[in-house]
């Protein structure tokens, strides 16, 4: 019986450290992709951490689904644009669900971003994006 609790304790103790740096690894990706997004970059500053196959997703006034993949050739957003605030993280298995808020400046609005990141061979990439306005609660 003691043997295997250890090993049962030995297997909670290894899924834990692996969950951790899968974490910091989605942390890191989610730092990377916020840093292109307010600062801007070129395609290799995103490379380590968004797919070449990204999609973003968004709804337009219209009520139609846009569906596009970006230039990464950016100038930014700025930082005094919007403040991000990680709200959910979610791994199952390879796949990681990324919640954030974020409250612009100008216009004083929030919006949310949802990331769908894939552990690939070359680690948690992100590889859908998708946002739109928050609706206050009635």
């Known amino acids: 019986m003691k043997k ?15 969950q951790a740096s899968d974490r910091s690894e989605i942390a890191a990706a989610i730092d990377c992709f916020i840093s292109w997004d307010r600062e801007g970059g070129t395609p290799e500053s995103v490379q380590p951490c968004v797919s070449d196959k ?16 970006p230039d990464f050739n950016f100038d930014g957003k700025g930082l005094d644009d ?3 605030y990680v709200t ?17 400046a100008s216009p004083k609005t929030a919006y949310m971003k ?10 948690w990439r992100i590889t859908n994006v998708i946002w739109g306005g928050i609706t206050p609660e009635m």
Request: glycine share 4%; hydrophobic share 50%.
């Open 4 to 18: 295997l609790v250890a090993i049962a304790l030995l297997l909670l103790l290894s899924i834990s450290a692996a």
């Open 88 to 104: 959910a993280l979610e791994i199952f298995g390879n796949m990681a669900m990324v919640k954030t808020h974020k409250h612009r």
């Open 54 to 69: 990204v999609q973003y997703q968004r709804v337009n006034d219209q009520g139609e689904l846009i569906v596009y993949t």
């Open 114 to 123: 949802a990331f769908i990141l894939y552990k690939l061979k070359d680690g």
């Open 82 to 84: 919007y403040v991000p």
